[in-house]
């Protein structure tokens, strides 16, 4: 699997995820905190989350917020870390709830540069749409698709709120299922 990022997305998943987009970020605020929450429940009762190190990102925007359940996972033991953008490429930092991060490029926020890198066996993933199959919309760069190919076999937990479903994401070659995906309804399992 080659490092360059993708050539740019298709524009029927340009289409999708815009659409997506627009409907997640006209969710209410309050109704999205009330749903965070029950995300941590849901994510938190999969089996998977027994070890780790588990990987997650710094949300932005309007995206499920998986901060709580990191800060469950912490409390836990498991050992945790958040993706950077190096080079074209996504590593892994080591990150415990409430050290510090700096800005990361793609407006994200990530762990210090001298933060040691972690192979995660679990993956929490963002995304902007999702179907039934575990395929995902992200924002087009493709650098989790290549993350996921590189650390299989990973488990892969998408979050989203349920307004983020749609009826099936144009797959493409280099596109990865996503083992679940949970939103503050249901658990599915895709794989």
Known sequence: MTDAVSPGPSPRKAALRAEALARRDALDLDDRLLWDEALVENVLAL???????VSAYW????EADPRPILEALHARG???CLPAIVEKHMLFRRWAPWEPIVPGGFGTLVPKPEEPLIRPRVMIVPLAAFDRRGYRIGYGRGYYD????????AATVGIAYA???IEAVP???HDRRLDWVVT???TIRCC
């Open 184 to 186: 503050q309804d249901e």
């Open 47 to 53: 089996p998977v989350f027994s070890q780790g190190p």
């Open 78 to 80: 498991v050992p945790l």
């Open 171 to 173: 797959a493409e070659a």
């Open 59 to 62: 949300p932005m925007r309007s």
């Open 163 to 165: 307004a983020q479903e």
């Open 146 to 153: 290549r993350a996921i190919a590189e650390l299989e076999p």
